[in-house]
């Protein structure tokens, strides 16, 4: 037969290529027949060599898998055995013990095979194929194997159908997958009870030869390591020929999956136990959401956001009906008066009295305030009527006492806050966006799916962006920041027309209005939105900062506002502030490279939080009227003898100390919770200290206004009461934890869970969407807290 000559001239061709026949030395060959599903125990030495002879049909409308497994009976060969399956369009070899590297090289041997031919398209309705299977060996002493080729009746997946599984290092599987009539997204799901043996799951093209070992797996195609869940999202226009394999690989060693790695060298028994990685799994593909999912998840989230756009709209339309509606009440009431004599009279001498009044105020404040901006070392009041030490260090201090300065030195002293923000905002930003495409255009060119922390379960790609809905569950920061900025604008126009008009109330009366920090606060959290975007274009562990470091000066900048509040004169420049930001995001980072399990570190950063925490109480104790210099400890000791030891005095600032001292505490609880317990999402921790610290005086404040006889207004109240909440469920939603970037790739993907929310949005998404609700509220509280104090003289209203 034609087919029999053409394959003894192949298998000569192939033993001349291959060494095995010695010069002068003829061979037996031994040609067979072979059946599926059939076991041929035979013996192979370097004198003869067998051919088995298969023949099969294919159908252009149904795929079979052909397997072959051979099992080494004799491991004491001096020489392994090869084996070459030859196809129509492809060949395979492999040798027997399959020899497999794993880390620094080391080898691992298996003396038990099993390959999956690969299946090319036919053009024919039904063709029938031939293959052989070629035995030989240089081994003088002979091996003995075992040779069985079966069919693989589920080679070829159905959509939403479990198939189950069993793969080994040296038994990968793969199966086929064609896309139906109106899918074009699919997402394949494989999982397993067990975490170890490590694995890879791989999607490739249909082409031979399919790379299903753990030394080529990586080689083309979309790839993942896994322990118990791994999934992959498929869109059909990556594959012309709609259909792809998926292929399932497990690993030699399980290092990529945070395992332990073995002691080298190996002992027989560790070989042994090398060779039986087996590991049970299943495989599922099922179809991924369709355009409309894409449109009904950005209209809702468009919608979300809109509406409050719309509510705000709504509130300042009442606001303006209800003062429009105050005129007029007040309009008729005056005419009324205005009928008897003695009461205009009255009333005309009262306006020019606190008309009077009040122009005099303004300009004996502004005679005694106008100076540059450097109020540090030239305050800007004049001593002799007034020394800024006598001030400050009352027993009880009232706003007017800490509102001295001019006011147009005190704006352009808080407007640096918005300037150098929005300048931070555009370098930091600019090569942020840089990188994250990279990030993204490595993983789409290499199919690396290790390289970013999705969660694979429920990201939705859109067009070259892995995950899109993480991404637009972001917009939530930057519209709500610019919501913000527009209220804060009207309230800085209104503020500036009262001014203008030399308003009594804007001139003596309410809390200074100083808008900068606002300013600098909605621009923080637009950058949040967009660094926060960045970030889940391709979460991983080298560009966490990108999500923490605006949160960061978020929560500084709410603690420097409230402060701001009561203490107008003397809070930090901004200069000294984002300086001091810049130190928490440099420990930030060092604490994620360095921090974990890392003693030293953690010692010299506790120091530094404890010391940095005395610094701060002693600044907010005497309001900034002490010096750090040589003769420090000569003053403290002083102190302590004066007021603890021989008068046993107590603390001249109660309401302060209590403050302090409490968030001393915490803050000291906070560092020996790191010392001892040495977390490893240092970010977080970091976090969790600037929060802790601004909810305990947010707190105080509260507490402080309320004793004071202050009152918290409806706006105000219904913003805390609503915000309070959205937190909460907020930080319920973090912690649910889809991802981490501490652990593998791998162990990050046993996290992984479906969507929640119109089979968009995941549990992360949502806390996108609370937490930029919540933040805006937070703002818009601090934005109203003290209204009530609008007609109320600063020299009425407590310092706290």
């Known amino acids: 037969m034609g087919w029999r000559l053409a394959a003894l001239l192949w298998l000569c061709v192939t033993r001349l290529a291959c060494g095995i026949e010695a010069v002068g030395e003829i061979k037996n060959i031994v040609q067979k027949d072979a059946e599926f599903d059939v076991n041929y125990n035979d013996t192979v030495t370097s004198e003869n060599q067998t051919i088995y002879a298969f023949n099969h049909t294919i159908s252009r409308n149904k795929t079979e898998g052909v397997r072959v497994s051979v099992d080494l009976l004799s491991n004491k060969s001096e020489s392994p055995i090869l084996f070459v399956v030859r196809q129509k369009q492809a060949v395979l070899s492999f040798q027997v013990p399959l020899i497999l590297r794993g880390l620094y090289q080391r080898k691992y041997p298996y003396y038990d095979v099993g390959r999956t031919l690969c299946q090319p398209p036919t053009r024919a309705a039904s063709e029938t194929q031939y293959f052989f299977v070629d035995v030989s060996t240089l081994s003088s002493q002979g091996a003995n194997y075992q040779l069985r080729v079966s069919r693989v009746e589920s080679f070829t997946l159905q959509t939403n159908k479990k198939f189950s599984f069993t793969a080994s290092p040296s038994q990968p599987q793969y199966f086929k997958y064609v896309f139906q009539d109106g899918v074009d997204t699919v997402i394949v799901k494989v999982n397993s009870d067990m975490a170890f043996p490590c694995s890879v799951m791989s999607i490739q093209d249909i082409q031979c030869p399919v790379y299903d070992l753990d030394n080529n797996v990586a080689f083309i195609g979309m790839y993942q390591t896994m322990t118990k869940k791994g999934a992959i999202t498929v869109q059909r226009k990556d594959f012309p020929s709609n259909s792809f394999y998926v292929v399932v690989v497990v690993k030699t060693e399980d290092e990529a999956c945070g395992g332990p790695l073995r002691f080298y060298p190996l002992t027989p028994d560790e070989l042994i136990d090398a060779g039986n990685r087996s590991k049970a799994l299943d495989v599922m593909v099922s179809t991924a959401i369709n355009l409309e999912a894409y449109v009904m998840g950005m209209l809702f989230c468009l919608g979300i956001f809109f509406s409050f756009y719309l509510l705000t709209l709504l509130c300042v339309c009442l606001e303006r009906a209800r003062v429009i509606s ?71 201090l009232y706003v007017a006492d800490l509102a001295r300065k001019d006011k147009r030195v005190l704006s352009k002293k808080y407007q640096i806050y918005f300037w150098n923000i929005a300048t931070i905002a555009v370098f930091y930003a600019l090569p942020v966006v840089q990188l994250v495409i990279t990030y993204q255009t490595v993983v789409n060119v290499t199919g690396n799916q290790d390289i970013c922390y999705y969660n694979f379960l429920c990201a939705h790609p859109l067009g070259a962006l892995s995950a899109f809905n993480n991404i637009l569950s972001n917009l939530g920061y930057v519209m709500l920041g610019l919501l913000f900025l527009l209220i804060v604008l009207k309230r800085d126009l209104a503020q500036n027309r009262a001014l203008e008009r030399h308003d009594v109330n804007a001139l003596e009366c309410g809390i200074p209005k100083h808008f900068g920090l606002f300013y600098a606060m909605g621009t923080a959290l637009m950058m949040e939105g967009l660094l926060s975007a960045c970030y889940h274009v391709c979460p991983n562990y080298t560009n966490f900062q990108f999500d923490t470091s605006f949160m960061y000066m ?67 104790y005497y309001m900034g009227r002490w010096r750090l210099n040589a003769g420090i400890l000569r003053r403290i ?78 706006l105000a109240l219904v913003c805390i009461l609503f915000t309070a909440v959205v937190w909460g469920f907020a930080l319920y939603f973090f912690f649910q934890g889809l991802s981490t970037w501490q652990k593998t790739p791998a162990e990050s ?21 609370l937490s930029s609700i919540a933040m805006f509220g937070s703002f818009l509280v601090l934005l109203t807290m003290d209204d009530d104090l609008d007609t109320v003289q600063r020299d009425k209203i407590y310092v706290f």
């Not at 005679?367 to 001030?391: A, G, M, P």
């Open 326 to 396: 105050s005129s007029a009440d007040n309009g008729s009431t005056m005419s009324s008066e205005a009928i008897t004599d003695s009461a205009t009279s009255t009333d005309n001498n009262y306006g020019y009295m606190g008309m009077k009044r009040s122009l005099e105020s303004v300009a004996r404040s502004r005679q005694e305030s106008l100076s540059s901006i450097e109020e540090d070392d030239y305050d800007t009041l004049d001593d002799i009527h007034s020394d800024k030490n006598i001030v400050r260090t009352k027993k009880f």
């Open 554 to 620: 978020i929560a500084g900048l709410c603690m420097l506002k409230l402060y701001q509040k009561r203490h107008p004169d003397i809070n930090a420049s901004a200069y000294t502030a984002y300086a001091c930001l810049a130190a928490v995001i440099f420990f930030s980072v060092l604490g994620v490279v360095f921090g974990r399990d890392n003693t030293a570190f953690w010692i010299v950063f506790s120091v530094i939080h404890i010391l940095a925490t005395l610094l701060l109480s002693t600044q907010l």
């Open 637 to 714: 000791v002083y102190v302590i003898y004066t007021d603890c030891i021989r008068q046993c005095s107590g603390p001249m600032y109660i309401d302060r100390m209590v403050l302090l001292v409490m968030g001393n505490i915490v803050n000291w609880s906070l560092a020996a919770y790191g010392l001892i317990q040495k977390p490893n999402d240092f970010a977080s921790y970091l976090l969790a200290i600037a929060i802790c610290n601004l909810l305990l005086y947010f707190a105080f404040y509260i507490i402080m206004k309320l004793r004071s006889g202050e009152r918290i207004k409806c």
């Open 749 to 769: 993907r046993e996290h992984n869970r479906e969507c929640i929310l119109l089979s968009f949005f995941d549990d992360h998404d949502i806390w996108h969407f």
